[in-house]
Each structure stands twice: as C-alpha cells, then as structure tokens.
C-alpha cells in the first residue's frame, strides 16, 4: 500500500507538472482507479479524454480508452455522449480492419476491452492471439517465434477474461482456458525470468520493471503468488527515491509510463 501511494502521488505530480510525459492519459487512469487514489487527478485526465473526444487515432488507443473509461467507473456507451457508444466504435472498427485488430497489442486490448462490456469476444480474435503464442504470446521475426514478457502479461489478462465471458460459446472459453495454462506456465518457467542480486525474479522485455509490473500484476489476477516480483519491483521502485520506477533495471531515472 506504501508502495502504492508513493506512486500515485508521484504520477498527480507529474501530471500536473508535466503532462507530456505521458504517453496517453488512459494508462493514468488505469492506474488512479486500480490504486483508488487521486480522484481529482482521475477527473482531470477524463475531461482531457472527453475534450480530445475526436481524437482516437486507432484500435488500441480505442480500445485502451474503452477500458479506462470502465476503470474509472464511467459508462463506455456514454462518455461521450448518448449520441456515441465506445463499444459499438470498437466493433465497427475491428471488423471494418482485420489485420490493425490482429497485430501487436491490438487484439488483446480488443478482447479485455468487449470482456468487460459484456461482449463476445469474436473467435478470430482469439485466433489473432493464440495464433502468436507458443507458450508465452509474443511476435514473429525473421521467421522464428520469439515470446516476449509484455505481450504475455496482457495475453494473460486477455484470456483469464475471455474463459470466464459468460457472452462467449464453451468452446470459446475452453480455448482461451488451455492457451491461459500455457501462458502461466511459460511466465513461471525460470528460463524466462531474471534473477537480481537479492534473490527476486523478474521478466525484462523493453523495460524489465514495466514487464514484471505487467506480468504479475496478471499472475495475480489468475491467483499466482508473485511475493518474488512484488519484492524486485519495490526494490527498483527505491532506486528512484521519489516514490517512482526507473525504465531500466537498476537506473535511478523516475518514468511515468513506466510508474503508471
């Protein structure tokens, strides 16, 4: 909980200070209604949302805001409006362009955002994930197969939602059943963690404090004990000393995409 709030308190800061820092303001979100905390912060970045309502330049920001809204305990069928409902936007979108809903963090972020809505989550869309994950979810490069930390996190959270969706067909949620096994059990295998020097594992992709906030934060919501993780983050969350987590594995430079 210190851990925490330390954060968040960083994150209102910076968001009032400088805003440009972030990425996009639904992480934000997410982060203040996930933590409970700064709730004015939270109505500042919904009314920037809703005053940049014009500008949702693809899938995954759609998507990502679909779910911030929802975070935030907003009605996604109405923030903008009762002349504008997200999830209809969201499915017109997908269905409009196949292969932009298919690629990189898309068809997750698709999937947890209908999931949440009450939707179906179209079999297609499962198959744009599975059809990316051997073992762990991750991308195809040079013809091999490589499993990335980031995208099994949310690939984990993708189908932990998908196998429970009550809107989905059994055979839906027992696919999204076994591939959730597989993920887990790629995320827990030693091969693919990191060990620091007190002992904690942890997964680096691009940003190793990002990856494991990413990764365990899913392991938690399937039940996983992730003491070891939770003990490395607060570690590098230190480093910073204000309250913030580095980009980097033991850098001491504060990041707010990263923090959020």
Request: include cysteine.
């Amino acid at each position: 909980a210190a851990s925490v709030k330390a954060a968040a308190d960083w994150i209102a800061s910076t968001w009032k200070n400088t805003p440009e820092e972030f990425i996009a303001a639904s992480y934000g979100i997410i982060a203040f209604s996930a933590a409970g905390a700064h709730p004015e912060t939270v109505k500042d970045m919904l009314a920037k949302q809703q005053n940049d309502s014009g500008q949702v330049p693809n899938l995954v920001d759609l998507a990502l805001l679909l779910v911030a809204a929802d975070a935030a305990g907003q009605n996604p069928r109405t923030f903008f409006g009762c002349e504008r409902d997200l999830v209809a936007e969201l499915k017109t979108a997908m269905d409009a362009d196949h292969a932009k809903a298919s690629e990189y963090w898309a068809p997750y972020l698709i999937a947890i955002a209908l999931s949440r809505s009450g939707e179906p989550v179209p079999d297609w869309i499962l198959k744009a994930m599975t059809d990316k994950q051997q073992g762990g979810f991750g991308y195809h490069s040079d013809g091999a197969f490589i499993a990335d930390p980031d995208t099994t996190g949310i690939g984990i959270s993708a189908m932990n939602l998908v196998s429970k969706n009550s809107a989905n067909s059994q055979s839906t949620r027992d696919a999204a059943k076994k591939s959730l096994a597989d993920a887990i059990a790629w995320a827990k295998d030693p091969a693919n963690q990191k060990t620091d020097t007190a002992g904690n594992h942890y997964w680096a992709g691009f940003s190793s404090t990002s990856s494991t906030g990413i990764v365990a934060s899913a392991l938690a919501e399937v039940g996983e004990n992730i003491d070891s993780p939770v003990a490395y983050l607060k570690s590098q969350q230190a480093k910073t000393g204000v309250g913030a987590w580095p980009l980097e594995h033991d850098d001491t430079t504060a990041d707010a995409s990263t923090t959020a």
